[in-house]
Nanobody, 117 residues
Framework: QVQLVESGGGLVQAGGSLRLSCAASGNIFVNNAAGWYRQASGEQRELVASITIGGNTNYAESVKGRFTISRVNAEKTVYPQMTNLKLEDTAVYYC???????????WGQGTQVTVSS
């Protein structure tokens, strides 16, 4: 397992942009897929975006065209760039890593994103 630390959450107006980051400890970052989940109050956690070791990405329908996930192996960091934010994007966002996007076994502590009107 790796230790993950998210940052970059906060309050943003609808239509605005925000970039989160997830920094990983250890030396196995390059051998792990990464992803971002979110959980809104009273809702189940859902996968927002994922990126494989090879850089293949996948997005939830609700964020396609607005969110972009990327990884910088040299920095051991994963970034979701979020644009055109909507009220329904308000949630706690969690970074995750693991051998594949279907097998995440390390989680960050979460960072709150609040979109206001």
């Amino acid at each position: 397992q790796v230790q993950l630390v998210e940052s970059g959450g906060g309050l943003v107006q609808a239509g605005g942009s925000l970039r989160l980051s997830c920094a990983a400890s250890g030396n196995i970052f390059v051998n792990n897929a990464a992803g971002w989940y979110r959980q809104a109050s009273g809702e189940q956690r859902e996968l927002v975006a994922s990126i494989t070791i090879g850089g293949n990405t996948n997005y939830a329908e609700s964020v396609k065209g607005r969110f972009t996930i990327s990884r910088v192996n040299a920095e051991k960091t994963v970034y979701p760039q979020m644009t055109n934010l909507k009220l329904e994007d308000t949630a706690v966002y969690y970074c995750a890593m693991g051998p594949t996007p279907r097998n995440f076994d390390s989680w960050g502590q979460g960072t709150q994103v609040t979109v206001s009107s």
